[in-house]
């Protein structure tokens, strides 16, 4: 029952991003949408969730979320994208965006709002998968991800998903 209330949920907000958006830009050019969870390293359960729009014109909107805990504390980052690539014949796609929210009692954790943040995700008939959120480090912003366009082989370093599924639409 919760997955179906997940993709209601999903299908609402991808009905009301998409409708004004491809009005304003004559059409979509790509959309990946996303909700779930995955283990990440095999054993830390984190959850997501994205919708991500790339118009006609290349401009993009969406957002994005994930939430996990660890030994250490609990984290939740919200972000709006303002990055995506595709890979439409391998079914992969790299979001790009800027934190606008951050909540943790990590008193430690060096990123907050408004530093750069990004992920990637694999939507395939073999299953889907996502990587845990990256940071500015050795990539300098979300723009230079999504123009790098990293995946390494075999899928490294992306997890399978154990709920939910990911959407991957080029017009």
């Known amino acids: 029952m919760r997955s179906r209330r997940s993709a209601i949920g999903l299908g609402l907000v991808l009905s009301l991003l998409y409708a004004p958006l491809s009005a304003q830009a004559g059409g979509a050019g790509a959309i990946v949408t996303g909700g779930g969870s995955f283990l990440f390293a095999g054993a830390i359960p984190m959850q997501f969730g994205f919708a991500a729009i790339q118009r006609g014109d290349g401009t993009v909107a969406g957002s994005f979320h994930h939430a996990y805990a660890d030994d250490v504390a609990s984290y939740q980052f919200f972000g709006k994208v303002t990055c995506i690539a595709f890979d439409d014949v391998a079914g992969r796609a790299w979001i790009g965006g800027v934190l606008t929210k951050v909540i943790t009692d990590d008193a430690e954790l060096p990123f907050g709002p408004g530093d750069d943040a990004w992920f990637r995700v694999l939507?395939?008939?073999?299953?889907?998968?996502?990587?845990?959120?990256?940071?500015?480090?050795?990539?300098?912003?979300?723009?230079?991800?999504?123009?790098?366009?990293?995946?390494?082989?075999?899928?490294?370093?992306?997890?399978?998903?154990?709920?939910?599924?990911?959407?991957?639409?080029?017009?």
């Open 123 to 171: 939507d395939s008939e073999a299953g889907d998968r996502s990587t845990a959120m990256g940071f500015v480090g050795e990539i300098p912003s979300s723009e230079a991800y999504c123009e790098m366009r990293p995946w390494p082989a075999d899928d490294a370093r992306t997890h399978p998903v154990t709920s939910g599924q990911i959407s991957l639409h080029v017009n």
